[in-house]
């Protein structure tokens, strides 16, 4: 079964600073979609980021960007320029591919502060 | 246009009672997936119902069970609550059942059960 790991249980950064988050997963699957969700106060999950793990480039968006290891097995998230807007939870998650966005497998989350 | 509304937003039950919840997906798609998210843990796949059939099942008990209606309206029903089923349950819909179609999530139901 798969399984994903964010081992940073909290972070926190400075406004206009740059933070990594971790995330590690286990599969004996080659191909699979990996993801960063947001999950702010309002408890909305909402999708940051997606990753094809047949694509070697690595997906960004805006300010957001990942460090995607396939070999490691590791999906790392940056973000850049960190807004307080971004203070959230942050979840890591894993797709089989040919599943269903519908099923997700994901971490227990990353809480982000972002102090001013 | 209206996002994914799930009701109600808060319930506190009694252990051995029963609960329905209720989740309306964003017009037009036609797949709602229900999450249950535990205080500090990340959510957990219940089910996920796709034109009105179930088209995939987490690892919970009998007890949960769940319904798509013509609308593509869902209820997630739990029986014999037990303390362990206080979280927040998280509905999202997509469009299709494919995993090129975008998750779109619910503010969820908070349920306490004492």
């Known amino acids: 079964a798969q399984t994903v790991t964010q081992s940073q249980p909290e972070m926190s950064v400075q406004e206009a600073e740059t933070v990594t988050l971790s995330c590690t997963y286990d599969?004996?699957?080659?191909?699979?979609?990996l993801f960063w969700y947001k999950q702010p106060p309002s408890r909305q999950m909402i999708l940051v980021i997606r990753q094809e793990a047949y694509k070697q480039q690595n997906a960004t968006e805006n300010r957001f960007s990942v460090n995607f290891q396939k070999a490691a097995k590791s999906f790392s998230l940056k973000i850049s320029d960190s807004q307080l807007g971004d203070t959230a939870m942050y979840f890591c998650a894993f797709m089989n591919y040919g599943g269903s966005q519908g099923n997700l497998i994901f971490g227990k989350g990353t809480k982000l502060s972002v102090k001013p | 246009d209206a996002g994914v509304t799930q009701s109600p937003t808060h319930l506190i039950k009694t252990r051995g009672q029963h609960v329905t919840l209720r989740c309306s997906p964003i017009s037009g798609h036609k797949s709602v997936s229900w999450y249950q998210q535990v205080l500090g843990q990340g959510p957990q796949f219940i089910f996920q119902y796709y034109e009105k059939e179930e088209r995939g099942r987490g690892n919970f008990p009998d007890r949960f069970s769940a319904r798509q209606f013509p609308n593509y309206s869902s209820e997630l029903n739990v029986n014999a609550l037990l303390l362990g089923d206080s979280a927040l349950y998280l509905c999202a819909s997509s469009f299709r059942q494919g995993d090129h179609s975008p998750l779109h999530f619910g503010n969820g139901t908070r349920l306490t059960v004492t």
């Open positions: 599969t004996s699957e080659s191909n699979y979609y």
